[in-house]
């Protein structure tokens, strides 16, 4: 089974960018599709956005806004979260999550990485 880890996250200043990863083991992304999923204390698993299995073809939540961009490197088994004018309301634990054939409920959840961005 898929091994998910996430990784990237910091403390930042508003406006600054970061760059997350997801990186998978025990398998392959292959035939996946992957979403971040974005979480604070007291609320339920935010979608971020997703990237389909078998083309490069993204989704994103409104309040992204243009601001992150996901792309996938099969070679190197990761898909990354580029983020950048980070907002403070961007705060929260961001997590990687597949769907195989991008069918189903995404799941395998890695440990998370914290984004922290202050004002």
């Known amino acids: 089974q898929v091994q998910l880890a996430e990784s990237g996250g910091g403390l930042v200043q508003a406006w600054a960018s970061l760059c997350l990863s997801c990186?998978?083991?025990?398998?392959?992304?292959?035939?996946?599709?992957v979403a971040w999923f974005r979480q604070t204390p007291g609320k339920e698993r935010e979608f971020v956005g997703a990237?389909?299995?078998?083309?490069?073809?993204?989704y994103y939540a409104e309040f992204v806004e243009g601001r992150f961009t996901i792309a996938r490197d099969n070679a190197r088994n990761t898909v990354y979260l580029h983020m950048n004018n980070l907002r403070p309301e961007d705060t929260a634990v961001y997590y990687c999550?597949?769907?195989?054939w991008g069918v189903g409920d995404y799941g395998s959840w890695g440990q998370g990485t914290q984004v922290t961005v202050s004002s």
């Open positions: 990237i389909s299995y078998n083309d490069p073809t993204t």
């Open positions: 999550g597949i769907r195989r």
């Open positions: 990186v998978a083991s025990e398998g392959t992304f292959d035939d996946y599709a």
